[in-house]
């Protein structure tokens, strides 16, 4: 995994045809190009359907009424088929992974309710079938799933488990006397619990159960589940309906139970494991752990569409936000007739250039995600370790993007200040949709230790015999850069001991190669003081080990957390490659300096017990920031959302249209008229006081 | 300002009766009636209110019956009079402010929407003719006020202006033929917006205008101005409605704008400015703008109460993620066949127990400014010092504790994963009605930096002539305790320094003294040196002035928000005296240490650049946060939100219902029983793994 970001590559954009820009102006058509990526058709075409007002969420909807209506939308949206794209050829399909999920993550503009639900149709539960499945699943179920003949839910999670899925308590026991799986829901805690699609449209299932055959329980398999007809539930099926929730309210998710319900072999999604019709189990995957994983691996899609549609989202709030603040005047400083634009306070800039930043690099590290991802499932780099580097990027990159997904829109919103609470100002509405992505699909905090496994797990396969000198290696070759050796890291960090003395001395960091070491350097160094730490675990008892490995748990996601930055930083570095607009690498360069100035920030104390950084040097961070980038990235700020390319019909917000900008102009001229005129009243204060004061 | 933390104390609590507590726990009982604090009655009778069910939200509804619902709660709260104790006993109330608030706080529990309907009617429009107006509108007002006779508006902020009030655009003119004030709205911008009660059902308002006679403007005044009749709006009235809101939507926000719209003279609030028949103005303060300010200031039980409701809503987070994370469990790690309790894991005590730390300190730093409160108001302690040490302590606290209720309630609706997700547990309902908090009654970056110029103001009286003796001086009077004077100062500083190469070296920061050494001397720090970089503002141009302030604005704002971190560490310290119960003072107190902790921790780049901690000494407040207070706090987890004394109809929440515990022992159970039977399948891999794998 740690040469992936080497591995898949973004593509150089050729220049695109683009109006000439004002000198000192970014190109904002080139790089709008840029960002759309390797499947900028398939974006635009999903955006241009978007623009549909047929599409957009509408808040004054009640519950049922909202999911109904998201129900119609899905039909359009399998009429227009641009969400489509992944399944066969032969039935319809394109074949073409990263494209589909590229059309599926612009969804997120219109309405995330419409997004997740069509997730849930073809994402998880067309998928499930498409990959779990073999060649007669294939021709019997996905034409009905592709066309909505068949909405359906994926029952996988349970109300007693979700981030351990291994641990379901669903059952699926084979009986031989009528060649059918039986399915149960044994107790309170294994009803399958909100799964879209399950409270009132789903008529069938792919439910997710311990197969038993023999005596034996096999793990967790897949099996295609008829649950409702027009009537409602079959026999032995039952179900709730998890009700309103906190956001996504177009989805009606719910509650499945399985009471003895039998469903013929033949739909047990077999392709990593099947019973025959006398109850023998086989399996390609002979390791039950392995097995388990590979199947879930096949899901990994879910994943990548919340990173990318994060990614959307987090550009839609920051144009709002970035448009109303270069609008909005609140109080005078210099001139008392004049009222400051918010965003050239530098409180409003810090607010929200770095979280512009952050978006950047979510959206550059997300084209590096999508590109692994097509490998894999078109096959063109489609190898074991490939399908593990995907796992684990998606895995680090989903839990920082839905985070800082909701971080953006509230500091969006609470940037718009009153304005933005209201729902026509789509804020609040957006993050409310979006507050799940951060615990569904794996929750971040179980998503980061997995990450933080692999990278203890990588680092104890490099080093069994670790010493300084290999260590110092695997941290250069953790950034594929040949020029970062282990001579030049101590030679770095002497010359930080050297210049510590030297106020303001940031011009060392500015170089990417130094920044890039930096935030290597701490990944690596955490990982091996933890592999350290960790290494008296395998002489431990199970309850020693346990207990030694909980006592490290949040260092451990913290330097997962660190890995994932630090892999967004590097896409964005690298993409800083792709641009041939002079002027525009030169502002984007900022904008990669104060994300990855930012993250540093962040972890100053780090760097300074660490002796990485001196105090002096850690001190002209924050100046560098607050004396250089913010002011220089200020006049670039509404390019660089205006280069995110949206349209009116995509961003529907009052306050991001140009009407705060009308209404300033008609109060400043409606002073100016009258001051011309001399008809305004004279301010108390330019009177003397003692006329004043006291009755008269 | 200063030494408002010593003046306002929280009274010792008598140890009251209560069920004897088991060896080592904590005395919840004697907990909970000291956390009820000074006006415990008046909670607990607004508590044992709101446990009916005819306040609570009413998550099934519209947007229509919500605030027809909650127009209706609101009557039945005017029936109940506890909300109402503020007013005058002549008319019916009690003349209690403290009480008033505390009452009005609890509120909260039930309905968010509630709570600020019932703000807007009687804290903000009710409170305005109150402090604003003087006897004749008392008289004539407050009854239907009261009675909720005359629901009302509290017409200040405008579509243009929120934070800067002074600059609104209404406009009052007296016409002294007629003896009228004309109230007008001259454009789009000056509209007045966001007004609860607007929307539909006030009938009347409090208009704040710029009040315009004999041609001189006043600066910003407050009108009693009818509205609406049963017919709707009054002539050359208009409105809008705000519409669909992020949260909050049981109360119908709206626009008002007014074309010539004339009131009798004698409806001017004058308190503090009035007008003559004649059209002469009067007023007691000379100043406009500490006029302005006066009046503004009167209002500052706004904020006041929105501090209270954040604890409360944080309690109520809190209580219902640390139940749900002691009752359910996720993966096995040593004993295979019994799965973990969460809240055993390291990262989710991370997550939520300085969040409960954070939350007990607002809580008494809360106390600290209601007795303030309740001081100036009623006349206790109202010198114009104590008015501005109230303010400044209102608009130091009420930032850190809504910007913290949405945190917590955010990490408490994480930490219960797809189930905090759903409205039927509460965090994402109460989040979103919260949401608006942050921005509302203040935003609370402009609050900040009203505070940080408090601070350097302070700062400049007393320093004109600054040398370093001074500022230690300074730095000790600022917390008020003898015992840290200049050479202690000094003499820590080189204690750090000295045993800088002692690891694992933190009891020295065990002790308050030290603790509140660090806080209190980063707060100093800051401010010294931001006046110093200030300076030059004096002699500056109003330009140059302008960017230099904004240039320091950011570090501004976060030297106030250190400032009102000491503030609540210093009353959750002091709180910590007037508990009667040795191990309950024990575990409060490892509880203030890690609020203590956490808050160095977040800042420790800043005590490594300043030289304040070794490096050592840095890494080892992470450490003893992680290996002895997470650890020594777990266990009494369960008991510190259960001293919060909610009562199930408070809580609400099906998952803090010990139900999820009930499906627990459900799954266990069952599985118990099958393996005693013997029936339970044999797992795969006790098998050998040849037998499986390939075709037979």
């Known amino acids: 995994m740690t040469n992936l970001v080497d591995r898949v590559t973004v593509p150089t954009l050729l220049t695109v045809a683009s109006t000439p820009t004002t000198p000192g102006s970014i190109d904002t058509a080139l790089l709008g190009e840029y960002l759309l990526g390797t499947w900028a058709d398939a974006r635009r075409e999903s955006r241009r359907l978007m623009k549909d007002a047929a599409f957009h969420r509408d808040d004054s909807l009640n519950l049922d009424d909202q999911r109904e209506r998201v129900l119609g939308q899905l039909r359009l949206l399998a009429d227009a088929g641009s969400v489509l794209k992944a399944f066969p050829t032969a039935l319809g399909g394109e074949d073409n992974h990263g494209a589909n999920i590229a059309a599926f993550e612009e969804i997120v503009t219109a309405d995330p309710s419409l997004q997740i639900k069509s997730g849930v ?132 998710n719910g509650r499945l139970h399985f009471d003895g319900v039998r469903v013929p072999r033949e739909n047990l999604l077999n392709r990593y494991g099947d019973v025959a019709a006398d109850g023998t189990y086989s399996s390609a995957i002979a390791s039950p752990g392995r097995r388990f994983f590979t199947m879930i691996g096949t899901l990994v899609q879910g994943r990548v569409s919340l990173d990318g549609a994060s990614v959307v989202a987090s550009k839609l709030a920051l144009f709002i936000a970035i448009t109303y603040g270069s609008q909005r005047r609140q109080f005078t400083a210099a001139d008392p007739t004049k009222e400051e634009v918010i965003l050239d306070y530098q409180r409003h800039q810090r607010r929200l250039l770095p979280k512009l930043a952050t978006t950047y690099a979510m959206s550059f590290a997300h084209e590096k995600l999508l590109t692994a991802f097509d490998g894999v499932f078109s096959g063109a780099r489609a190898t074991d370790a490939d399908r593990e580097d995907l796992e684990t990027l998606a895995a680090a990159l989903k839990p920082l993007s839905t985070w800082s997904a909701l971080e953006i829109i509230q500091e969006a919103r609470e940037a718009c200040g009153g304005a933005g609470f209201l729902a026509e100002n789509r804020l609040t509405q957006l993050r409310a949709d979006l507050d799940i992505y951060v615990t569904f699909e794996g929750d971040n905090n179980v998503l980061l230790q997995l990450v933080a496994k692999r990278l203890l797990s990588d680092y104890s396969r490099k080093f069994r015999n670790a010493d300084a000198g290999a260590l110092a290696g695997y ?147 924050t100046d560098y920031i607050d004396d250089r980038l913010l002011p220089r990235l200020r006049p670039h700020a509404l390019d660089l959302v205006n280069a995110f390319g949206f349209e009116p019909e995509h961003v529907r917000a009052a306050i991001a249209s140009g009407a705060e900008r009308a209404r300033q102009d008609e109060a400043a001229e409606y002073f100016r008229v009258r001051r011309a005129a001399g008809i305004e009243p004279v301010p108390e204060k330019s009177l003397t006081k003692k006329s004043l004061t006291g009755k008269r």
Chains 1, 2 share one sequence.
Do not use: C
């Open 121 to 252: 149709q073809w994402g998880l539960f067309g998928a499930a079938v498409l990959h779990l499945g073999t060649q007669r699943h294939h021709e019997r179920f996905l034409p009905g799933i592709m066309s909505l003949e068949v909405p359906g839910a994926f029952a996988m999670t349970e109300t007693g488990h979700g981030s351990d899925v291994a641990a379901i308590g669903t059952t699926a026991t084979y009986d031989e006397a009528t060649e059918e799986f039986v399915i149960d829901t044994p107790f309170r805690a294994a009803w399958k619990d909100y799964l879209g699609n399950a409270a009132l449209h789903g008529t069938a299932a792919v439910v997710f159960a311990q197969l038993v055959t023999k005596g034996v329980t096999h793990g967790v398999h897949a099996f295609y589940v008829p649950i409702r007809d027009a009537h409602g539930f079959l026999p032995n099926i039952g179900g709730e309906d998890d009700g309103l929730k906190g956001g996504l309210n177009g989805i009606d």
């Open 475 to 621: 941290v250069a070759g953790q950034v594929g850069d040949a020029a970062v050796n282990r001579s030049g890291l101590r030679k770095f960090v002497q010359t930080v001991a050297d210049f510590g003395s030297t106020a303001r001395s940031v011009g060392f960091v500015r170089d990417a190669a130094s920044q890039r070491q930096l935030l290597t350097d701490r990944v690596q160094t955490m990982v091996a003081s933890l592999a350290g730490r960790l290494r008296a675990a395998q002489k431990a008892s199970p309850t020693e080990a346990a207990a030694l490995f909980n006592a490290n748990q949040n260092e451990l996601i913290e330097a997962a957390f660190a890995h994932a930055e630090l892999l967004q930083w590097e896409a964005f570095t690298e993409a800083l490659e792709g641009v041939t607009d002079a002027r525009t690498v030169e502002v984007l360069t900022w904008l990669r300096d104060l994300f990855g100035f930012t993250l540093i920030e962040k972890n100053l104390a780090w760097y300074l017990i660490n002796g990485r950084l001196s105090a002096q040097r850690a001190a002209a961070i």
